[in-house]
Nanobody
Framework: QVQLVESGGGLVQPGGSLRLSCAAF?????????IGWFRQAPGKEREAISC?????????TDADSVKDRFTISRDNTRNVVYIQMNRLKPEDTAVYYC??????????????????WGQGTQVTVSS
């Protein structure tokens, strides 16, 4: 079982930026895992944000709501995946989760495709 820990959340003003981290723990080959980011706002359904493929991270996909504002990346030497969030809006307020799935051929925005999840980190965008 992959253990994931998110960090980097907090309070930020509209238009500001945050970088979230998803760190992995456990004896496994991190580079073979596809990693996704999701978020859930109070009273709303979980929303997929982005996914980055395993190994050389050549494939990423992003939800329309965050395109051109959020960027996902990974550092396989540190077992960490990041999501850089720019031009944040109040509607980006949510608990953000990362998820992992062992796969060298898939990366998608379907939560059902991920078997390991972190505990989440709160992001609040407010003036």
């Amino acid at each position: 079982q992959v253990q994931l820990v998110e960090s980097g959340g907090g309070l930020v003003q509209p238009g500001g930026s945050l970088r979230l981290s998803c760190a992995a723990f456990g004896g496994f080959s991190w580079e073979y895992y596809a990693i996704g980011w999701f978020r859930q706002a109070p009273g709303k359904e979980r929303e997929a944000i982005s996914c980055i493929s395993s190994e050389d991270a050549t494939y990423t996909t992003d939800a329309d709501s965050v395109k051109d504002r959020f960027t996902i990346s990974r550092d396989n030497t540190r077992n960490v995946v990041y999501i850089q969030m720019n031009r944040l809006k109040p509607e980006d307020t949510a608990v953000y989760y990362c998820a992992a799935e062992f796969s060298t051929s898939w990366c998608g925005l379907d939560a059902a495709g991920f078997s390991s999840w972190g505990q989440g980190t709160q992001v609040t965008v407010s003036s």
